[in-house]
């Protein structure tokens, strides 16, 4: 690819990620990300990702990929070998750490907003890499109660992990004081996790009156 369009690529990416995160990415427009990456074509976008779905695919895959290749260092060989809380690290620990930078914490805020993906997490593509979905897999398997209540315990783990992160995403960028250092954040998310998947299930209660 030549540079011009190399970099070109770059920058609308860098701007995505930006606006995605600031403003939604739901939210945003592809003319917008193109204003802010200095483009006069309208369709740089498309020339270089086919869609904005291509261009937040791009995205995911851009700090996916080294997240799913820690993941398995952290929890290597057979996963019933490991604590349910080494398990937990492994899936957090890397994801956390994109906190230190500042194309990570716009990453994190994004994903907190794709909830209605989390329930597809088994399906095999790129964006839920292997790691990732074996993690949850066995985490699925361990997790206390029935098959039903599992499941939604795992969604649980996805969707306070990211909602998390993302928060503390956004009080960094914009100079909020923090409750502690980031040491404790990550070992409290994970003990917060565990809790979620291990806790005994109750008695069902009526909701009617």
């Known amino acids: ?27 945003t427009t592809t003319r917008e990300i193109t204003e802010a990456a200095a483009q006069r074509n309208v369709s740089a976008i498309t020339y270089h990702f086919g ?22 260092r952290l929890a290597g060989g057979r996963l019933d070998q ?18 230190g930078d500042q194309r990570g914490r716009y990453y994190l805020r994004i994903v907190a907003q794709l ?6 997490w088994r399906e095999e593509d790129a964006v839920r890499p292997p790691q990732l979905r074996r993690i949850l897999a066995a985490l699925e398997r361990r997790a ?9 315990r795992v969604i649980g783990v996805i969707m306070l992990m990211t909602a998390m992160t993302a928060d503390r995403a956004r009080q960094i960028d914009e100079g909020d004081n923090l409750h502690h250092g ?5 070992s409290n998310l994970i003990d917060m996790l565990v809790g979620i998947l291990e806790i005994p ?4 209660v009526a909701t009617a009156s």
Do not use: K, N, W
């Not at 690529?9 to 403003?23: C, D, G, H, P, Q």
């Not at 206390?144 to 939604?152: D, I, T």
């Open 1 to 27: 690819m030549p540079r011009d369009a190399t970099e070109t690529r770059s920058r609308l990416l860098i701007e995505a990620e930006r606006l995605f995160a600031t403003r939604g990415y739901h939210q």
């Open 115 to 120: 909830t209605d993906l989390f329930p597809m």
């Open 182 to 186: 980031e040491a404790r954040f990550v």
């Open 201 to 204: 299930t109750g008695e069902p």
């Open 51 to 72: 869609s904005r779905e291509g261009l937040l695919t791009e995205i995911l895959l851009h700090h996916g990929s080294p997240m799913d290749d820690e993941r398995a």
């Open 82 to 99: 490991h604590s349910t809380r080494t398990l937990v690290a492994a899936l957090t620990v890397p994801y956390a750490r994109l906190l």
């Open 144 to 152: 206390a109660g029935p098959l039903s209540v599992r499941r939604e």
